[in-house]
């Protein structure tokens, strides 16, 4: 057994993901019912290929309820959990309840909208609330762990298309 000042301590996982690019509200169509272009589902398989080369540990994928965000929650080929506090106007709380982080084992994927996902993000960094911007299709991933018996949490990654 290693000593408590170099034993490995697992992570949990937090990646929040926003949608790709929509198409413009036009018309008829209500903002939840906005679909992905072309550009956003490329730039979503992207990022999904990019997330599958992570092998993450016992992922759970939530997403908000409107189409551009199951669309590009899909592009993974997970089972989705569908959250209505991830929908449009979330708030950070919000976000951090549906995830239950970080209390949730594994890997957590909120795949959400701004400017929510941008708070939360910088929360996590600095603190404070405050509206950082997460590019479309573009993805922030955090881990909470223990050393020497301090709760840290780390930025992994950025990732954009």
Do not use: C, Y
Not at 34 to 50: V, Y
Not at 56 to 83: D, E, F, M, N, Y
Not at 114 to 140: F, M, V, Y
């Amino acid at each position: 057994m290693l000593p408590a000042s170099t034993k490995k301590e697992d992570g949990v996982d937090l990646i929040l993901w926003r949608h790709g690019e929509a198409k413009d509200g036009d018309g008829p169509v209500a903002d939840a019912d906005r679909e992905l272009t072309a550009r956003g589902l490329k730039h979503a398989q992207e990022m999904a290929e990019w997330l599958r080369r992570q092998k993450l540990p016992k992922v759970t994928l939530l997403s908000s309820p409107t189409r551009r965000t199951l669309q590009t929650a899909q592009t993974l080929g997970l089972p989705i959990k569908v959250k209505a506090q991830l929908g449009i106007g979330a708030s950070v709380a919000d976000l951090l309840g549906a995830a239950d982080w970080p209390d949730h084992p594994g890997a957590i994927i909120l795949v959400s909208h701004q400017p929510a996902l941008g708070r939360l993000a910088s929360l996590l960094l600095a603190g404070t609330e405050a509206d950082w911007t997460i590019k479309k299709a573009g993805l922030w991933w955090f881990t909470n762990r223990v050393r020497h018996d301090e709760t840290q949490t780390v930025l992994r990654a950025v990732q954009n298309p």
